[in-house]
């Protein structure tokens, strides 16, 4: 057997589990040996002639599996790109959370974070590089320890109304980081 028969036949087994139809099983076991074709490398003349069917009819299969595919490629992106949604800090001043929603990632210009995501902290120099304290008592799912922070996410010449160094910390990193003011 060779892998591309069990490529078939898993996304056959699959198809025959979710479907009762059985001309609606016939077809959609009869895509998937023509998507298992499509990814051995086959073109689509030698694929309709191969399964007797229209080179449409491959095109479509194959272009439904693509949007599929970037459409769930889609969905994780937006996941994990998605600023983590804690409870802003007990302390938090409401009146700034424009500003903190306002912060861009300087490197992507993504939103980096929201009043949510981002605390004062402490930090030093270390072996010449700025670390930030990250602690569990300010950050869900904070280390409690020094972490580095990144020169691409250190936003320069942006103002800072806190006063303190602020980090913007969520999925194990600094996203983006504000010195003190008039630092």
Not at 99 to 111: I, M, S, V
Not at 161 to 169: L, M, N, Q, T
């Amino acid at each position: 057997m060779t892998a591309r028969d069990d490529l078939a036949g898993r996304l056959s087994a699959r198809a025959a589990g979710i479907c009762f139809d059985p001309r609606t099983r016939q077809r959609r076991e009869r895509d998937a040996v023509i998507l298992a074709d499509h990814a051995d490398g086959q073109t689509v003349a030698e694929i309709a002639a191969r399964r007797g069917v229209s080179r449409g009819h491959v095109r479509n299969v194959v272009r439904r599996a693509r949007q599929i595919v970037a459409k769930a490629s889609l969905a994780v992106l937006l996941y994990l790109t998605a600023p983590a949604r804690a409870d802003p800090a007990p302390d938090a001043d409401p009146g700034l959370a424009p500003w903190f929603r306002g912060l861009r990632a300087p490197e992507t210009n993504f939103l980096c974070c929201s009043i949510a995501d981002c605390r004062p902290v402490v930090t030093r120099i270390r072996e010449g590089r700025l670390e930030a304290f990250i602690g569990a008592a300010k950050f869900r799912d904070g280390p409690d320890a020094w972490l580095e922070v990144p020169e691409r996410v250190i936003l320069r010449g942006h103002d800072n109304p806190v006063g303190e160094p602020v980090a913007c910390f969520y999925g194990g990193e600094i996203r983006c980081f504000v010195p003190a003011a008039g630092t």
